[in-house]
């Protein structure tokens, strides 16, 4: 990181975490924040996910933007893609503050935000007006006071869905009462079934990914992996935050919601490995979970993921980490004198 960065990071560290949050994508609006401007990029990293063209396989996962506040800084931030949200239909202010928790000495967050955010319609104005270029997409949720919350994903696909890239399905946010329920396979089936007619209803088609928990025992991987080949899926990220708190140092490790970055990172990569083996590799994997380098990033494409994603490891490494990990795994590849297809699942069995 270069001393302006590590500054920037030591005065965030000092504010309270949703304040500092709000604070970076100000910053970030601002043009405050050094960009490197474009994604390092060679014929090594170039890879095409699900109909998507991306210039190297490092993204930026959901969250950190869930209004599209920051959209274009973002895509000058060195990602090969981006995910913003989640939105819902209706706007919702989300759960009560204090809602996001820095545990430092774990290197990871809690959060229980309750997908706050502006709602499908602002959200979508703004990824209009987005420039062009790196992959945009957008996770999509219900509201907390839906009486049919399968029916709120098709309706934010048919508000947002052209404005977006891509479209994940969030199934498996802990901070929304029963919202995790959706993931079994009936309900799993019914809700792709609406979102899949209301993307076929758009101008033009989107991949549609569902992102799904890591709380999750082998039988409802396998479950899922079915479903998602059953109704034509184009990706699967895996995963989201847990719920577990197992090995934690910090001293608000029990706060309630979900955990993720570094104590993640083990138990995502053996869901995506799971995944990856029940998948057969027919559906393209997107890895996230605890990544805060690049030899975690080639271990999740190894374990059987085509591109990754980071997130809270920016809150402790800043965004010079997404160029960071992009130009370590050029090298590598180089040196092993491998490609990204050749890598994607060529370490699974080590996992499971």
Same mark, same amino acid.
């Given at each position: ?5 590590? $500054?920037?990071? /030591? ?8 304040? %500092? ?54 895509? +000058? ?6 995910? $913003? ?22 290197? %990871? ?34 509201? /907390? ?30 901070? #929304? ?26 101008? +033009? ?20 992996? @079915? ?11 895996? #995963?989201?935050? #847990? ?29 995506? %490995? ?5 998948? @057969? ?12 380098? %690049? ?58």
């Amino acid at each position: 990181m270069s001393i302006v960065e590590r $500054l920037g990071l /030591k005065a965030l560290h000092r504010l309270d975490p949703e304040r %500092a949050h709000d604070l970076s994508i100000r910053a970030l609006v601002a043009g405050l924040v050094p960009l490197p401007g474009e994604a390092v990029t060679t014929d090594r990293l170039r890879t095409r996910l699900a109909g998507l063209d991306l210039a190297n396989p490092v993204g930026l996962a959901a969250g950190y933007d869930k209004n599209a506040r920051a959209v274009a800084p973002l895509m +000058r931030a060195g990602f090969g893609f981006i995910e $913003l949200g989640a939105a819902t239909p209706r706007p919702q202010p989300g759960n009560p503050r204090p809602r996001l928790f820095r545990l430092s000495e774990d290197q %990871a967050i809690i959060n229980r935000f309750g997908f706050n955010n502006e709602g499908a319609t602002a959200i979508a104005e703004r990824l209009g007006r987005r420039p062009s270029g790196v992959p945009v997409g957008l996770n999509i949720g219900a509201n /907390k006071d839906s009486a049919d919350r399968a029916a709120d994903f098709a309706e934010v696909v048919r508000i947002a869905g052209d404005a977006a890239d891509f479209l994940t399905v969030n199934v498996s946010s802990p901070n #929304t009462e029963r919202l995790r329920d959706l993931q079994g396979p009936e309900a799993l089936s019914v809700l792709l079934e609406g979102v899949i007619a209301a993307r076929d209803a758009l101008p +033009r088609r989107r991949p549609v990914f569902i992102k799904i928990a890591p709380d999750l025992d082998d039988r409802a991987i396998a479950d899922i992996a @079915a479903v998602a080949r059953d109704a034509s899926v184009d990706a699967i990220i895996a #995963t989201n935050t #847990t719920l577990s708190r197992d090995g934690l140092a910090s001293p608000q490790c029990n706060q309630a919601g979900g955990l993720s970055g570094a104590p993640l990172f083990l138990r995502s990569t053996q869901v995506l %490995a799971r995944l990856h083996r029940e998948t @057969a590799g027919r559906i393209p994997l997107i890895g996230v979970g605890g990544i805060g380098s %690049a030899r975690q990033a080639w271990d999740k494409l190894s374990a059987g993921a085509s591109a990754i994603q980071i997130y809270s490891a920016l809150i402790y490494r800043g965004f010079s980490l997404a160029t960071r990990i992009a130009r370590d795994l050029d090298e590598r590849l180089s040196r092993e004198r491998m490609t990204l297809p050749e890598l994607t699942g060529s370490a699974t069995a080590d996992w499971l």
